[in-house]
């Protein structure tokens, strides 16, 4: 068998910020390859680079140099509008909050993701498939306020998977939840990957729960680390 395709190309990354006079280095020459089916969870301080990270490989911010490959395509040569379709459909994110719509039920707030990328056939049976990959099918029903925490997180996480993304980006997916509902989620995630085929890159403060991660690397003044790397 040969190496797994690195479905997330991270290249020689460097972003900074204007900052009074000078500027601020948000991240310093980062690389990082991520392989479809596995999860990278990156930790370290806040104001470490960490959200800058998931912003470019989000293609939400441009970096000044380096590269970002998202399932093959090289997104530095892409217009604003052809980066907004590929993060619509080869790219699931999961923010810290949920950002439910406080009108829809659970089903609905999947089945939108898909009249958006304009992935209206099937909607509704992948949408109750995923809800009940979370562990929610009894919930389809409910919206954001008659759910928990913990549920409507797990919510955000099938909708970020309603269009098959090729890459699965997750910003602090615990922080609001006691450490029960957390290593639920965490132990979600992995499963999640293994099973879709995302190459998924988890931004976490929770250490307790990092065995769940294929690799875990640590970035430290925009730069990163490969010292927790298992």
Known sequence: MGMPVSSLVVEGVTLTYPDGGGRLTALDGVGLDVPAGTMTAVVGPSGSGKSSLLAVAATLVTPERGRVVVDGVETGSLS??????????RLGIVFQQPNLLASLTALEQLELMA???GARRGAPERARELLSAVGLAGEAGRRPH?????????????????????VLLVDEPTSALDH???????????????????????????????????????????????????
Request: positive net charge; hydrophobic residues 40%.
């Open 180 to 230: 029960e509902r957390g290593a639920v989620v965490m132990d979600l995630l992995a499963e999640l990957t293994r099973e879709r085929g995302t190459a998924t890159v988890l931004v976490t403060h929770d250490r307790a729960r990092l065995g769940v991660a294929d690799r875990v690397v640590e970035m430290v003044d925009g730069r990163l680390s490969l010292t927790g790397a298992r």
């Open 146 to 166: 008659q759910l928990s925490g913990g549920q409507r997180q797990r919510v955000g996480i099938a909708r970020a998977l309603m269009n098959e993304p090729a």
């Open 115 to 117: 009249r958006v990328a």
């Open 80 to 89: 604003p509008s052809e980066k907004a379709e590929l993060r619509r459909t």
